[in-house]
């Protein structure tokens, strides 16, 4: 069964850094590629950063040069460190593989007030 169990969110303010991780079971996590989703309240969720197997990263052009992927195959952990934050960065964040399979986690709330 697929678990992906997200924490690290919060309320910070603008201009402030959260780091959010993901840890994953139930896949063999060090076979896929990983991505942070975003999803902010009355709208879709979307992609916000991925990372290949071995490191091979690309981000969301509204998160370029603020945001950074990273993967830990040894802890099944995903990270993403979000610096800079702005409020249009709040949402609740979310890691799957990429592409997604079927099981999402519940999320985790990232709040940057102004």
């Known amino acids: 069964q697929v678990q992906l169990v997200e924490s690290g969110g919060g309320l910070v303010q603008a201009g402030g850094s959260l780091r959010l991780s993901c840890a994953a079971s139930g896949i063999m996590f060090r076979i896929h590629a990983m991505g942070w989703y975003r999803q902010a309240p009355g709208k879709q969720r979307e992609l916000v950063a991925t990372?290949?197997?071995?490191?091979?990263?690309n981000y969301a052009d509204s998160v370029k040069g603020r945001f950074t992927i990273s993967r830990d195959n040894a802890k099944n952990t995903v990270y993403l460190q979000m610096n800079s934050l702005r409020p249009e960065d709040t949402a609740v964040y979310y890691c799957n593989t990429y592409p997604t399979q079927p099981y999402w986690g519940q999320g985790t709330q990232v709040t940057v007030s102004s």
């Open positions: 990372i290949t197997y071995n490191g091979l990263t």
